[in-house]
């Protein structure tokens, strides 16, 4: 058993990380932003919190100076850090201020607290992103094999052109400054990441309602309303993850000595908005507003993902995380099934 924290508890990735690391035996604190997040996670799993296996730390602004000083530290005290908690969203007034500051500060500012007041600490997890490896100037850059090499080569410039690129930027930038932390601070703990690109998967978090749903998920819940009835959607990156599989990736990563000091990739491989939809349209019968195979727009840019496309080597999450990737189809049948709990 380890004693982890675990920041950013109320969110899509976190839920089902706490949901792998009580199952595992470890002993969890979680950082939530008010204390109404703390009730509806212990709710959710009142029996590991009734005997002492979770518990939260209230962290109201992750941007804030100092903003861990106290989450981390604890009795018992922690040997395992993971850091999810970072912005993900469009609704974007400011980049700077909604985006970037939270990332890199939150990320730089947990370094800080860990180095200063947890020496304890021996391993930290943070969650990045393909946004941090892939290179958007290259558009689909076929030949090209994707692997924990390659980094976003986005400059400041850049990330204020739009919140799309602002996110790719902060998830970018705040992975940069972890490394360069390690790097020049030399902590008593080593530090992994792990870069997924589009997460799928059921929703475990408690969410109020379907409206309030992560972003990557929306296009799924999208396609089953009918939304994409006339014409489907560019697919964007066309590389995915089931959000259980990267659950395992940050729990693995802490637990596997061999995961010290390295980037995972952890992608499932191809998928496209058209086969997310036929997956829809033969598991759920009842959603009659969904595309035919006639309907234009969704699919890879040449047909299939072998042409036209850049490649993916996802064989260090394997063969050192010991992944097993889940299948496209389980995950959307799995994703729609939660959806449906909640009101689709």
Request: charged share 25%; glycine share 6%.
């Amino acid at each position: 058993m380890t004693r982890v924290l675990l920041t950013g508890g109320s969110g899509f990735i976190a839920a089902h990380t706490i949901d792998v690391l009580l199952k595992r035996g470890h002993s969890v604190v979680t950082t939530v932003r008010t204390q109404e997040k703390a009730d509806k996670i212990k709710a959710e799993y009142q029996s590991y919190a009734d005997k002492g296996q979770l518990s939260f730390a209230i962290v109201p602004d992750i941007a804030q100076e100092g903003a861990f000083d106290q989450a981390v530290i604890s009795e018992p005290p922690f040997e395992a850090v993971l850091h999810t908690a970072s912005p993900f969203h469009f609704n974007v007034t400011d980049v700077q201020k909604d985006l970037i500051d939270p990332a890199v500060i939150g990320t730089t500012g947990i370094l800080k607290s860990i180095k200063k007041s947890a020496p304890t600490v021996k391993h930290v997890v943070i969650t990045s992103s393909f946004a941090a490896i892939v290179n958007g100037t290259k558009g689909f850059w076929p030949g090209h094999v994707y692997s924990e090499d390659d980094w976003n080569p986005i400059t400041a410039e850049e990330a204020q052109e739009n919140p799309m690129m602002g996110y790719r930027a902060s998830k970018t930038f705040a992975e940069n400054a972890a490394w360069d932390f390690v790097k020049n601070e030399k902590p008593n703990f080593t530090l992994a990441t792990i870069n997924p690109p589009m997460v799928f998967g059921p929703i475990v978090h408690a969410l109020d309602s379907l409206e309030n749903l992560n972003t990557s998920n929306q296009r799924i819940l999208w396609a089953a309303q009918g939304k994409f009835k006339d014409e489907i959607p560019a697919s964007g990156v066309h590389l995915w993850v089931d959000v259980r599989d990267v659950a395992e990736a940050h729990v693995a990563a802490f637990e596997k000595p061999e995961a010290a000091n390295k980037r995972f990739f952890t992608t499932a491989g191809y998928f496209s908005n058209k086969e997310l939809c036929q997956i829809i349209k033969k598991n759920f019968p009842e959603y009659k507003d969904l595309p035919s195979d006639s309907t234009p727009g969704g699919d890879y840019p040449e047909g299939t993902p072998d042409k036209g496309l850049y490649k993916y080597n996802n064989k260090r999450s394997m063969d050192i995380l010991g992944l097993k990737y889940k299948t496209f189809e389980e995950s959307i049948v799995d994703s729609i099934k939660s959806f449906q709990k909640k009101g689709l």
